[in-house]
């Protein structure tokens, strides 16, 4: 499995991105589909994260509310639409799948196979 992240960039606080994170190769619709990020000095975070095929999407009590995950199965896209950005988003935005994960390793970033490159996302104040 290959996964292409992108849509990061600079925005100011309030605003909004899209990233999209393209998943090619042999992927199952029992794979999990999430979103991590992570700043320097700090470990990666969980933000959220979906199988491909059913279940609603999970997210960390920091984005929550602004933040939404959204997929297209048939293109092996999924996105994150975050809004009303913060200065404290700031982090490099990782797309990740796992196909042994159960729900309780979800935030896990250890249980995840593969891992997209990362896209920068710098929220200013």
């Known amino acids: 499995v290959q996964l292409q992240a992108s849509g990061g960039g600079l925005v100011q606080a309030g605003g909004s991105l899209r990233l999209s994170c393209a998943a090619s190769g042999r992927t199952s619709s029992s794979d999990v589909m999430s979103w991590f990020r992570q700043v320097p000095g700090k470990e990666r975070e969980f933000v959220v994260g979906s199988r491909w095929l059913g279940g609603s999407p999970r997210s960390a009590d920091s984005v929550k509310g602004r933040f939404t995950f959204s997929r297209d199965n048939a293109k092996k896209m999924v996105y994150l639409q975050m809004n009303s950005l913060k200065s404290e988003d700031t982090a490099v935005y990782y797309c990740?799948?796992?196909?042994?994960?159960?729900?309780?390793?979800?935030?896990?970033?250890?249980?995840?196979?593969?891992w997209g490159q990362g896209t920068q996302v710098t929220v200013s104040s």
């Open positions: 990740a799948s796992g196909s042994r994960l159960i729900a309780s390793s979800l935030m896990d970033p250890e249980k995840y196979d593969y």
